[in-house]
């Protein structure tokens, strides 16, 4: 097993990055807030699970050790593949779905690309109790938002550009997504920066 990945970032796409490790470039699957934190040409460690299929061998790759330990426990679920694991924690962070598995909240499941009010039913009862005791508290984002004049904007417009995007597309697509974040923290909440990032990468998608 590889347990975790170590070396500058080689290149980064909306879903993976290149790490390299001892002149070979690891090919690492990620969430958009991972992603969001590493910078080509930058050192960095990334905690990893190696799926082993028939026909293909496929590295994700994680912030930390607890993310890969929910991904992996995600998938004792019946009908809990890879993606559908990693997409949870594209929404949720792993505190916050303890939170929702010790709740019952199958809204928040259903929060989740791919899964419906009937497979969230069935994972509660499935995976209740098997992420470990919920926090005391979850904040409602994945990622701290430091006080300031929009921080998020930063946060995003670096993402992108990390990603390869050039500044005045970064810029356009972070004006783009601007009504999104505005609406969440009129609410009383935080730019919910992960889902900015995603709705961002698809406006530049639908531009080019």
Same mark, same amino acid.
């Given at each position: 097993?590889?347990?975790?990945?170590?070396? *500058?970032?080689?290149?980064?796409?909306?879903?993976? @990055?290149?790490?390299? +490790?001892?002149?070979?470039?690891?090919?690492?699957?990620?969430?958009?807030?991972?992603?969001?934190?590493?910078?080509?040409?930058?050192?960095?460690?990334?905690?990893?699970?190696? %799926? %082993?299929?028939?026909?293909?061998?496929?590295?994700?790759?994680?912030?930390?050790?607890?993310?890969? /330990?929910?991904?992996?426990?995600? /998938?004792?679920?019946?009908?809990?593949?890879?993606?559908?694991?990693?997409?949870?924690?594209?929404?949720?962070? !792993?505190?916050?779905?303890? @939170?929702?598995?010790?709740?019952?909240?199958?809204?928040?499941?259903?929060?989740? *690309?791919?899964?419906? !009010?009937?497979?969230?039913?069935?994972?509660?009862?499935?995976?209740?109790?098997?992420?470990?005791?919920?926090?005391? +508290?979850?904040?409602?984002?994945?990622? *701290?938002?430091?006080?300031? !004049?929009?921080?998020?904007?930063?946060?995003?417009? @670096?993402?992108?550009?990390?990603?390869?995007?050039?500044?005045?597309?970064?810029?356009?697509?972070?004006?783009?997504?601007?009504?999104?974040?505005?609406?969440?923290?009129?609410?009383?909440? /935080?730019?919910?920066?992960?889902?900015?990032?995603?709705?961002?990468? /698809?406006?530049?998608?639908?531009?080019?």
């Amino acid at each position: 097993m590889i347990a975790f990945v170590s070396g *500058p970032v080689a290149a980064l796409a909306p879903a993976l @990055a290149v790490i390299e +490790v001892g002149g070979v470039g690891m090919a690492v699957h990620c969430t958009p807030n991972t992603l969001a934190g590493l910078r080509v040409g930058e050192p960095a460690r990334l905690a990893t699970s190696l %799926v %082993v299929r028939e026909d293909s061998l496929t590295l994700y790759g994680f912030a930390d050790d607890d993310e890969r /330990q929910v991904f992996e426990l995600l /998938q004792t679920a019946s009908g809990v593949g890879p993606r559908v694991a990693q997409a949870m924690l594209g929404v949720h962070s !792993p505190d916050a779905l303890r @939170a929702a598995f010790a709740a019952g909240d199958a809204k928040a499941l259903t929060a989740v *690309p791919g899964i419906g !009010p009937k497979g969230a039913q069935k994972l509660l009862l499935e995976l209740k109790g098997k992420l470990g005791a919920a926090p005391a +508290v979850v904040g409602a984002q994945r990622a *701290p938002v430091a006080a300031g !004049p929009a921080p998020w904007t930063e946060q995003l417009t @670096a993402a992108l550009i990390g990603l390869g995007y050039a500044s005045r597309e970064a810029e356009d697509a972070v004006d783009a997504v601007a009504p999104q974040a505005e609406a969440a923290i009129a609410a009383g909440g /935080q730019a919910p920066v992960p889902q900015l990032l995603r709705a961002a990468l /698809q406006s530049l998608n639908r531009a080019r």
